[in-house]
């Protein structure tokens, strides 16, 4: 029992990284239709910046926050110098974009910072904290559940109460009709795949820590498992994402914990393929809506 | 009585092919006008290269008095310019009051919006009654009602709307028709109207522009219009 609810706290909280994640992929495909294949190698980039910013400094905080900005710039850049040419295009299109950005994106980190995993630091202990005799939270995991919960609570605000949220999700829904309605839709498109970029680096500098370290391709299995709680939770649904992300952690404790973590790869994949079954849109994919 | 609006030797249409071959067309201010003709007259192109969604390859648009070269669609609507695109536009995903209120986020003064959407739900009870419903959750008429509502809380001076009486029944295009010839003698809103049921839109307009394959083969008073038999069978069938 007490293995149980270790495993279970320790899925929630990776969970939890993945849900991030995984809300980054649903805001560009909500707004653009294409999966962002390059969100990983992104989220290394900017955690490579916090790297450098926190070794200059000293402080670990300095690096944080220039890695959220850098964030939201890269996400920004992306969209207007490359991703707009192919918004429109076919969705094939988006994806060799996005799978060249990788390369490019690797390429160069590994040019500059070299192949070695380097350590990223964490802001708090991730040594568990014992609650009846059982090590169940470190304070490390706490400030990754209050981070997450923080960001689905600004993004949920920002969504539903802001102008700048109505015409986010006008530009993403209807960009035409945005249009017709004074909606600056490119704008809002280059706003959401920053957000997006931002989400993500935040995620990569929560679960980069707690992993072999930095390395450009150190948020590739991360990917996979951030767009299979994408896939689960349905594309089209920010709730999903977040449900998605937390039960792929969950999945993946459990399976690595009792079965042994070289089985976590196939879990991955037989999730993904059981609900794609099972339910194609996801679970929280809304029947489409009519036109009117 | 002063043109709101004046096209001259208006040429646009979609990759290089000309759809409009030199409209000339002026529109009063305060007056409805009604854009008549078959489906490929190029009537929804007009009012697509009026609202800016369509980039013109010729010829010039002049909008209370300036120009309009290379200006963006919500500079437009900023400039009081609405358009209701053909199908309503309805976002199906957003409840009745984000649309309304997307109608009138330009103008950043929240007491003007909300003042705004308080006088589109006095016009159109229905959609007071379902405020929290998602468009696609309206019926046609509904819709129609949300999709002419949003574009008055934004306090157009040239509304362009497009087939709005399209899949609905008599009784509602009655209703939407008389309430454009209400705002019309009651705010001096002008209407661009272009419309296949071509009785219900001379009933309204006070003068009629017949398009044929992107051309204006005829202009004319609206009743002057209704009664001409022969231009009537040759480009309106009936």
Redesign the interface.
């Known amino acids: 029992m007490d293995r149980f609810l270790f495993l279970t706290v320790d899925g929630l909280s990776r969970g939890a990284v993945y849900a991030a994640f995984a809300l980054a992929l649903v805001l560009i495909w909500r707004g653009t239709r294409i999966v962002n294949f390059a969100q990983g190698v992104m989220a290394v980039a900017t955690s490579y910046a916090a790297y450098s910013v926190t070794g200059a400094t000293g402080s670990y905080w300095a690096g944080f926050f220039v890695a959220l900005l850098a964030g939201l710039v890269l996400g920004a850049v992306v969209e207007r110098v490359v991703m707009r040419h192919v918004e429109q295009a076919p969705p094939l299109n988006a994806v060799i974009v996005a799978l060249g950005l990788v390369l490019v994106f690797q390429g160069g980190l590994g040019m500059i910072y070299g192949s070695q995993y380097l350590p990223l630091p964490t802001p708090y202990s991730r040594v568990a904290m014992t609650v009846g005799g059982v090590p169940l939270l470190s304070r490390y995991d706490l400030f990754v559940f209050g981070t997450v919960l923080a960001l689905m609570l600004s993004l949920a605000l920002l969504f539903t109460r802001t102008a700048t949220g109505l015409r986010m999700r006008a530009a993403a829904f209807e960009p035409q009709v945005a249009r017709l309605l004074g909606v600056n839709v490119g704008g809002m498109l280059t706003l959401g795949w920053a957000l997006a970029a931002l989400v993500g680096a935040l995620a990569g500098m929560l679960v980069i820590p707690t992993g072999l370290g930095l390395h450009p391709t150190a948020m590739d299995l991360v990917f996979v498992s951030a767009f299979t709680a994408a896939v689960v939770g349905g594309l089209d649904s920010p709730l999903g994402a977040v449900v998605g992300g937390l039960v792929v952690g969950l999945v993946l404790s459990y399976v690595g914990g009792y079965l042994g973590s070289g089985t976590t790869p196939l879990a991955v994949l037989a999730l993904l393929v059981v609900v794609l079954l099972a339910r194609p849109g996801g679970l929280f994919s809304a029947a489409q809506a009519r036109r009117v | 009585m002063t043109a709101l609006l004046e096209v001259s030797g208006l040429t646009a249409g979609y990759d290089g092919v000309p759809v409009l071959h030199g409209i000339d067309l002026r529109l009063p201010a305060g007056t409805i006008c009604a854009v008549l003709g078959a489906n490929g007259a190029g009537k929804t192109t007009l009012l697509r290269t009026l609202?800016g969604?369509v980039r013109p390859s010729a010829g010039r648009i002049v909008y209370d008095g300036a120009e309009l070269r290379d200006v963006s669609?919500?500079h437009l609507?900023?400039r009081g310019l609405?358009?209701v695109?053909e199908?309503?536009?309805?976002?199906?995903?957003?409840t009745v009051e984000?649309n309304l209120?997307?109608?009138g986020?330009?103008r950043r003064d929240r007491r003007e919006i909300r003042r705004g959407m308080a006088e589109v739900y006095e016009l159109f009870e229905p959609l007071a009654l379902r405020r929290k419903h998602?468009?696609?959750q309206?019926s046609?008429g509904e819709?129609q009602m949300l999709a002419l509502g949003?574009a008055l809380v934004?306090r157009p001076r040239l509304l362009l709307l497009d087939e709005p009486s399209l899949g609905l029944a008599p009784r509602i295009i009655a209703q939407i028709m008389g309430l454009l010839r209400r705002l019309r003698d009651d705010t001096g809103l002008t209407v661009l109207l272009v419309e296949q049921n071509v009785r219900s839109a001379l009933s309204i307009a006070d003068e009629g522009v017949v398009m044929s394959l992107g051309r204006v083969v005829a202009v004319a008073e609206a009743d002057r219009l209704a009664g001409d038999a022969a231009l009537r069978h040759a480009y309106l069938g009936f």
């Open positions: 609202s969604l669609v919500p609507v900023r609405a358009h695109p199908g309503r536009g309805v976002i199906a995903e957003l984000e209120r997307l109608g986020l330009w998602l468009g696609h309206l046609g819709a949003r934004a």
